[in-house]
């Protein structure tokens, strides 16, 4: 395993409070470090990326993210061993557990707000053992509402598609990914269909545009309502001003000004959609590895 010095984590440190004070986001170190030392001996080797939101009443915060983590660690019982989050009795607490039991690893990524703390641990499938919806919803601690949609997602060609899930502890939710898909599953009559089954109005013209240079497809699930809370739809490029739709203003001020660590910039701008209606997601890759191009596609590709 890789170790860390102080300087090094020192220096992610200080890539996270200029983030934090570009987006207007305060930071405090006390607050910061103890995620930092927790899993410090791995951090600065990952794929590292920060991620801020439009919709209201999520934003206020800046994400940092971590992944390639390696797969013999256990990310959730880091995080309460180092009271980064409580013990729960909650279906969250027990879900990671299972899924490890059930699926192959091949690594983990870690999600932290500069404000809200933990939030989240995403258990990546290798690519040779992705997984499927009705078998992952048969654990007894997913959201129910995964199984009352695994025909619609079989309708979409998505069963059997499932690279990767995303488990909230904050916000006490699950996200089910599905990367690597072919591309008509990203033409506008298919996000169309898609929304219409989810019970989610109809997307706009700007927001199709965007989806159909999506490299992923994910929906949020929650333990209180078997509906599907947000479907989202992410975007690669080394450039956003070369997207088909204009970023958001607040997130186009960010980009010469946020920190990179490599010359090779990339950024993601993600479509994300609910029954209350449309929103955008923003995140940039401080630090990049060009392996994770392997589960998605560049805007201009």
């Given at each position: 395993m890789f170790t860390t010095t102080e300087s090094e984590l020192d220096d992610l440190y200080a890539a996270i409070e200029k983030s934090a004070r570009v987006v207007d986001v305060p930071c405090a170190r006390d607050t910061v470090w103890p995620s930092l030392t927790a899993y410090g001996t791995m951090l600065t080797h990952s794929v590292i990326s920060f991620r801020v939101v439009t919709d209201a009443r999520?934003?206020?915060?800046?994400?940092?993210?971590?992944?390639?983590?390696?797969?013999?660690?256990?990310?959730?019982?880091?995080?309460?061993?180092?009271?980064?989050?409580?013990?729960?009795?909650?279906?969250?607490?027990a879900l990671l557990d299972q899924v490890r039991?059930?699926?192959?690893?091949?690594?983990?990524?870690?999600?932290?707000?500069?404000?809200?703390?933990?939030?989240?641990i995403w258990p990546f499938f290798p690519a040779d053992g992705v997984?499927?919806?009705?078998?992952?919803?048969?654990?007894?601690?997913?959201?129910?509402?995964?199984?009352?949609?695994?025909?619609?997602?079989?309708?979409?060609?998505?069963?059997?598609?499932?690279?990767?899930?995303?488990?909230?502890?904050?916000?006490?939710?699950?996200?089910?990914?599905?990367?690597?898909?072919?591309?008509?599953?990203?033409?506008?009559?298919?996000i169309v269909s898609l929304h219409r089954e989810a019970g989610f109005p109809d997307p706009s013209d700007q927001f199709l545009s965007l989806t159909e240079k999506a490299f992923d497809i994910y929906a949020t699930f929650s333990w209180e309502s078997p509906r599907i809370e947000r479907l989202c739809f992410p975007v690669i490029t080394p450039d956003p001003t070369t997207l088909p739709v204009r970023i958001?203003?607040?997130?186009?001020?960010?980009?010469?000004?946020?920190?990179?660590?490599?010359n090779d910039r990339r950024f993601t701008y993600a479509a994300t959609s609910s029954p209350q209606g449309e929103s955008y997601k923003f995140s940039w890759f401080y630090q990049w590895q060009p392996r994770i191009l392997?589960?998605?596609?560049t805007s201009d590709s």
């Open positions: 999520r934003s206020g915060d800046l994400d940092y993210r971590f992944l390639t983590l390696p797969r013999d660690i256990d990310p959730y019982n880091i995080a309460l061993s180092n009271k980064l989050i409580p013990e729960t009795d909650h279906p969250v607490g039991k059930q699926c192959p690893i091949d690594s983990y990524g870690i999600d932290i707000g500069v404000v809200g703390g933990f939030k989240k997984q499927k919806v009705s078998e992952l919803a048969a654990l007894p601690s997913m959201p129910p509402g995964l199984g009352d949609h695994a025909r619609m997602f079989a309708r979409h060609g998505l069963e059997d598609k499932v690279g990767l899930l995303g488990i909230d502890y904050h916000d006490k939710t699950m996200n089910v990914y599905f990367p690597g898909l072919p591309a008509d599953c990203f033409e506008p009559r298919a958001d203003p607040r997130f186009e001020q960010l980009v010469d000004k946020v920190p990179f660590s490599t392997d589960k998605m596609k």
